[in-house]
């Protein structure tokens, strides 16, 4: 008895609706303003309709029914939609589903989107040269490539090294420090490396002479004080003139000129010195002083010694006094031998006796007697 008073309000119910369907007749086919479906799951169109008398949403759906609809998608790559519209997410992207009735009467229109959950975030470290590249755009790489969730937001934990500046990451000052990218629950890492790069190279000198066979260093000065940047490659233009070593050592080989170059790694700044290389001074030879020879002459016996013998002053010659008045004056005499005394006494000779004296003056000596 139950059983049969189920069967009968089912069957009244079922023949009220159609009764009521009857009835209603559709004026307007509407779809959802924006329908969202992952990439691999479903989704239904929820279309609603109009009709010209006022009925429930059942008597409405059962009006619809009654009709043909078509469904279709402007790009099947994206999502593709089955014969009561139920939309299935292909890939990452959008689209349109459209719904029309096969008399073309009634027809609506909605935006589909697939979203593509993002699983990963790439980052690449950055290094970052103050007075070259100091700037760069930040850029990741999402995975998988067709993900939707494309708001990414970047950060930096040291901005006193570098910071942000818009989609850029600038650079500040020399160091490390990390940036990270987030998107919701997926995030990532990567290293920013501040390093500042020389303006100019400062040398002690930029000129120099040098003796062949001579070294000198050049003593070079990166600028500014915060270079990162310390090696410089050390160049000559001729290497047959002077060389240079990587620590700026020139050594002179022969007389010339050359010009020593000093060039950053990079090979943007430079710097020169010329060098004038010199010939070494020509000693000249002293004299070489003859060797001193010693002859030794052979001694002689020594002769007796011969003994000397005195030879007496001869006797000077008596000169006669002048004669006054044919005889000698009386004086004379005492007089000479008075001032001469080595004659007559001094000389132990007698005049008046010597026999070298009796001649022809007998008469005048014996004038003295």
Known sequence: MRKRCVLLCSLSAALLLSLTACGVKITAVHLPDEIQVNVGATAETAATYETAQEADSAAQQAAADKIDWTWVVSDDTIATVD???????????????????????????????????????????????????????????????????????????????????????????????????????????????????????????????????????????????????????????????????????????????????????????????????????????RPTAAPVQTVTTPTQPEQPATPVVETPAPAPERQEPAQTGGGIAGSYQGDYLDENPEFGYSSGIDWTKDPSCASGDDAAIDLYD
């Open 83 to 285: 014969g009561s519209g139920v939309i299935t997410g292909v890939k990452g992207g959008n689209t349109l589903v459209t719904v029309t009735s096969v008399d073309g009467k009634f027809t609506a229109s909605c935006p589909v989107t697939v979203n593509q959950p993002l699983q990963g975030i790439s980052l690449s470290d950055l290094d970052l040269i103050i007075n070259r590249t100091d700037n760069t755009e930040v850029s990741c790489t999402l995975t998988p490539a067709d993900t939707t969730d494309t708001d990414i937001a970047f950060s930096i934990a040291d901005t006193s090294i570098a910071k942000l500046n818009g989609s850029k990451v600038v650079a500040v000052g020399n160091g490390t420090t990390t940036l990270t990218a987030t998107c919701g629950k997926v995030k990532a890492t990567a290293q920013i490396t501040v390093t500042t790069a020389p303006t100019a190279i400062q040398l002690d000198n930029t000129e120099g002479i040098l003796t062949v066979g001579n070294t000198h260093t050049i003593t070079a000065t990166l600028l500014p004080e915060t270079t990162t940047d310390t090696d410089l490659l050390w160049t000559t233009s001729d290497d047959g003139i002077a060389t240079v070593d990587e620590y700026g050592t020139v050594t002179a080989l022969t007389p010339g000129s050359c010009i020593i170059t000093a060039t950053t790694v990079d090979g943007q700044i430079k710097a020169t010195y010329d060098l004038t290389v010199k010939a070494k001074p020509v000693a000249t030879p």
